[in-house]
């Protein structure tokens, strides 16, 4: 084992190939329209990314991992919405300066929880917080009663409705079902036209590619061989001195601050944010993407989301009613048949290949330095 | 004990404890003492309160009522892993160990450093852990073994893994349930040489059926017989007692 604190070799030659693909191939290939489509894939890469420290390697299968992508998506969208709503563009609304939803629900000031969001900074940090405080709360209360496995995901499941139909039932302070639409600009700096699209892609991948790396620190430390431990027996990590439940809360939260960071870039790079990013629906299938991509493999769930996305987009362009039933039919098929999704098709079948065709090609150099060792082994016998 | 006599300072001391599940006392005001550097053997029927006895001292089962005082501190009242840190160590009746890591890897969780969860972000693999790694896994006879993952090892080697893994956090009291069960003879008499080793400065409390292991380690015995102990003394006595070989060893 190496001492590298983030990864070993065969782990930074694959992170090496997902950047090649993300910053160099993608963008020389694809036009601006397929390129913003891979921005919005890849904020779900940041959820599958926190799925696989929680789920894959803690074992904790939350499946409201929407409730975080949507605090985190709209926390961003809230700035936006609140710079997009200058007096100026706003002049024909009975009340100016407000939101256009709030004006249409007959709501006259800005309420006190939106006008802190006029603070980019203090909006940075609300992305984080607000999610992480959220988990942090629903984790001390499910992990410390130990709450877990089927019930806690139940659970995640019910806040995901919850926030859901408040999201929709509070019209005039959260734009209800229609989400925030109408973003305009950061800081002035217009996010709609192309070469804005391109620069927030690259942001983008600049940011997954941090939390990559905080997620490979996480599982090479020994927190991450704690996590495994805890996921087989949980009881003898609990009788090792562990406090479980700690180290399950931190599992969550790191995943729920992943999800929001993947939201706020939702928010970025779509233009929009609404309710139907948050509910029980999109959270299973965040958790189908990290399935298809293996659980246990961090580059795994990123280019399981990136497919099964790609899959999405060209199979319900052409048969809009198969895709859930294609949909659900792969969740089925990686569980039964690959369990450790395509990151364990990989490890299995492609990676040994791999290996042998490079030890066959070096050991023919090496034929030779075998040949004079056992020369000179031979006046010793 | 005489009046104005200053009690024994005992390592173990479990006093009036009784637990029921719904009515049912699988431990009914028990009372013993376990001296340091003692090698105590509770044995007992099926059923008898073995295993409970070690989930209350450890914490996985709260008491209805007693008390269990472990070098002054009261561990009915206190979390797993605080009791763990006061140092108390148990091994399960099946062998508990991380099928997914490697030996070292067992070892090296069980390492008293970074319990917390920044502590084990932050946690470096140091000289130090390195070599108490190794220290324990020549004890318990896997030293080369390290590197492989613990679910290619035989029984009784994820067996000698666990009581590695309790070793390794020095525990004041090791509480051992069933160690040497399936294991072969002489795996079993290795166990037997393994744990008279580690008995220096703690004290073991250990449950077993095997009568001629017991024999070879046990210093005294307790004999549980639904959920109150029938007798207890060296083995030599409580093999004599009619009591027990009606109840026990008489089958």
Request: aromatic share 10%.
């Amino acid at each position: 084992m190496t001492d590298n604190r983030f990864f070993n070799r065969s782990e930074l030659i694959g992170i090496l190939m997902l950047a090649v693909l993300l910053v160099v191939v993608l963008p020389l290939t694809l036009d601006v329209f397929r390129l913003n489509l891979v921005a919005k894939y890849l904020t779900y890469a940041f959820v599958a990314l926190g799925l696989v420290i929680c789920w894959g390697y803690g074992g904790i299968l939350s499946l409201g991992q929407g409730v975080f992508f949507g605090l985190g998506g709209y926390c961003m969208a809230m700035f936006l919405k609140l710079e997009a709503s200058s007096v100026e563009n706003t002049k024909i609304q009975s009340t100016p300066g407000i939101p256009d939803f709030m004006d249409w629900n007959q709501i006259t000031a800005l309420p006190f929880f939106w006008k802190p969001f006029n603070s980019l900074t203090f909006t940075i940090a609300a992305i984080i917080l607000v999610p992480g405080i959220f988990a942090l709360i629903i984790g001390t209360a499910m992990f410390k009663r130990r709450v877990g496995g089927t019930y806690f995901a139940i659970i995640t499941q019910a806040v995901a409705a919850i926030l859901t139909i408040l999201i929709v039932g509070q019209q005039g302070y959260t734009g209800g079902i229609n989400g925030m639409t109408d973003l305009r600009t950061l800081k002035g700096w217009d996010i709609r036209p192309d070469h804005a699209k391109i620069v927030l892609y690259f942001f983008e991948v600049g940011c997954l590619f941090v939390c990559i790396m905080i997620a490979q620190f996480v599982r090479h430390s020994k927190l991450g061989r704690i996590l495994v431990a805890m996921r087989e027996k949980e009881d003898r990590v609990r009788f090792s001195g562990y406090s479980v439940a700690n180290f399950k809360i931190f599992a969550f939260c790191i995943a729920a601050v992943f999800a929001a960071i993947g939201g706020a870039m939702f928010a970025l790079n779509v233009g929009f944010m609404s309710p139907s990013f948050v509910g029980i629906v999109p959270s299973i299938e965040m958790v189908i993407y990290t399935a298809v991509g293996g659980r246990l493999s961090i580059l795994g769930a990123i280019y399981g989301t990136l497919l099964v996305n790609f899959a999405k987009t060209g199979l319900s362009e052409s048969f809009p009613e198969l895709w859930l039933f294609g949909l659900g039919g792969l969740f089925i098929a990686v569980v039964l048949a690959f369990p450790n999704g395509l990151a364990g098709i990989w490890g299995d079948y492609v990676q040994p290949r791999i290996d042998r065709l490079i030890s066959s090609r070096k050991s023919k150099p090496d034929g030779g330095w075998t040949d004079s060792s056992v020369a000179d082994g031979a006046p010793a016998e | 004990m005489l009046i104005g006599h200053q009690p024994k300072d005992f390592r173990l001391a479990v006093s009036g404890l009784t637990v029921s599940f719904d009515g049912f006392k699988a431990v009914n005001d028990l009372s013993f003492y376990v001296d340091e550097n003692e090698i105590r053997v509770i044995i007992g029927p099926n059923g008898a309160g073995k295993t409970t006895v070690l989930d209350l001292i450890c914490g996985k089962t709260k008491a209805t009522s007693g008390s269990i005082q472990f070098r002054s501190q009261e561990l009915t009242r206190m979390k797993e892993n605080e009791i763990v840190k006061a140092g108390v160590g148990r091994k399960f009746q099946n062998p508990s160990i991380y099928d997914d890591l490697t030996v070292f890897e067992n070892l090296e969780i069980s390492y008293p450093r970074g319990r917390s969860v920044f502590g084990a972000l932050t946690f470096t693999r140091d000289a130090a852990v390195r070599d108490r790694v190794h220290e324990v896994a020549e004890m318990i006879f896997l030293k080369d073994r390290l590197n492989v993952n613990a679910d290619l090892l035989s029984h009784g080697q994820k067996q000698w893994l666990e009581i590695g893994m309790l070793l390794i956090q020095d525990p004041d009291l090791l509480m051992l349930d069933e160690p040497v069960a399936g294991m072969s003879v002489s795996e079993r008499a290795k166990t037997a040489e393994l744990l008279n080793r580690i008995i220096k400065n703690r004290s073991v409390l250990v449950i077993e059926h095997d009568m001629k292991f017991v024999e070879d380690i046990a210093h005294k015995v307790t004999v549980l017989h639904q959920g109150q102990i029938l007798s207890e003394g060296t083995m030599e006595k409580v093999k004599n007692d009619p009591k027990v070989i009606e109840v026990y060893l008489g089958h």
